[in-house]
Structures are given as structure tokens and as C-alpha cells.
């Protein structure tokens, strides 16, 4: 069965400093990765993408989240982090073999000035 | 030029009602999803429909019908309200790239919440 685990419900991080949001995941088939974040009374806005090929995807608002196959992981980064990046993020997978997203349990980023 | 949009944004109403939660999409797209989103911010999957067609119901109680009159929009009716109803819940429509796969981005609502009193 597929699955996906943030293992961090809140991450800190200072104005500047780089991010790191971590997802690992469990599929039988290939996996389908994505990240969105969501914003307070909001719904959630696609960040990024990993279908196939580089396994660095870049994505909106400076993003990037790296497949790593051998460890499982697709962990989300930004190299220096705003303020306005404060917000939930969901990491997602879906196994080649089956229609259904399945979701992480969120991760809360807290930027400080 | 809303792409997915949702109605109402809040619903507030009495155990045992039967309510309706509304969505369309604009993008064109083939496939639409309905969410729920709980207190503790998971989000699970409840429906999906292709081309108007059921492709995923998850283990949702019967008081759940999704209905899709086309391919647009996916409406969401609940009989009989309970307390553990109360969540936030999501429309998201995606693009079908190629035949049984479903690669695409999904293009969310701004949610519903709906409160069970």
C-alpha cells in the first residue's frame, strides 16, 4: 500500500537561513511526487512536481525538492527562506499503478524575521 | 477567472440536515476530487470522477453521494449530518495526460467549511 510520512509537524527556521521540509514515502510501483502548500483559509497550490528524469525539481516561488530513491525521500528546500513562505505544506505520492493521491500529514514552516 | 471554485465557503447547520457543497472547474480538465480536511489538518481522499464517471471512493459512509452532472462540475450531497462531518472540505480537478494515468498537477477549491452544531 501506498503511503507518505512528515515526520516534522512544525519546522523554525530564521529569515534567510535555508529550509528543508522533509516527506518520505512507501509505493509498490514508481512513485508520482508532488508538494503543496496551503495558506491560512486556503486551499492548497501546487509547488512541484517529480514524475521522471532529474531527480532535482525545481518549482514555484523558489522551491526545490530532491528525489532520492535509495533513501525514499523527496524533501522540500528553499536556500534562503521569507517570511511569507509560513504556511502548511503537504507532501503527496501516487503509485504509477493506481488514480489515488495519497496525502502526508502536513508540515507547519514558521519563518521568523 | 477562478479556476475551482466552491459553494458555499461556510456552512453552518444542525445534526441530521441534508446539505449539498457545490463545485466547478473552468480549466477544462477530465477529473475532479473531493477531499476532507479535518481538524488536525489531514487530508484524505473521498471521491474522484472522470469524464462523470466514479473512479475512487474510499471507505466514505453512504450518507456521501457525489453526483456530476458533466464532466465541470462535482457536487457533493450529505444525508443526515453528523458531528464528525464538521471539516473543511476540498474540490481539486486535474488534466488527464494519457489513457489510466492521472500525472497532472491537481488544481484545488478554496475549501468549505462546513460546521455540524
Known amino acids: 500500500a501506498q503511503s507518505v510520512a512528515q515526520p516534522e509537524d512544525q519546522v523554525n527556521v530564521a529569515e534567510g537561513n535555508p529550509l528543508t521540509v522533509k516527506c518520505t514515502y512507501s509505493v509498490s510501483g514508481n512513485p508520482y511526487l508532488f508538494w503543496y502548500v496551503q495558506y491560512p483559509n486556503r486551499g492548497l497550490q501546487f509547488l512541484l512536481k517529480y514524475i521522471t528524469g532529474d531527480n532535482l525539481v525545481k518549482g514555484s516561488y523558489g522551491f526545490e525538492a530532491e528525489f532520492n530513491k535509495s533513501q525514499t525521500s523527496f524533501h522540500l528546500k528553499k536556500p534562503s527562506a521569507l517570511v511569507s513562505d509560513s504556511a502548511l505544506y503537504f507532501c503527496a505520492v501516487r503509485d504509477s499503478g493506481t488514480y489515488k493521491y495519497i496525502f502526508g500529514t502536513g508540515t507547519r514552516l514558521k519563518v521568523l524575521a | 477567472d477562478t479556476a475551482v471554485s466552491q459553494t458555499p465557503k461556510y456552512l453552518v447547520t444542525q445534526m441530521g440536515n441534508d446539505k449539498s457543497i457545490k463545485c466547478e472547474q473552468n480549466?477544462?480538465?477530465?477529473?475532479m476530487y473531493w477531499y476532507k480536511q479535518d481538524s488536525k489538518k489531514f487530508l484524505k481522499i473521498m471521491f474522484s470522477?472522470?469524464?462523470?464517471?466514479?473512479?475512487i471512493n474510499e471507505t466514505v459512509p453512504n450518507r456521501f453521494s457525489p453526483k456530476s452532472p458533466d464532466k465541470a462540475h462535482l457536487n457533493l450531497h450529505i444525508n443526515s449530518l453528523e458531528l464528525g462531518d464538521s471539516a473543511v472540505y476540498f474540490c481539486a480537478s486535474s488534466q488527464k495526460v494519457a489513457a489510466a494515468l492521472f500525472l497532472d498537477t491537481q488544481y484545488f477549491g478554496p475549501g468549505t467549511r462546513l460546521t455540524v452544531l
Open positions: 480549466l477544462g480538465h477530465d477529473t
Open positions: 470522477y472522470n469524464n462523470k464517471e466514479l473512479i
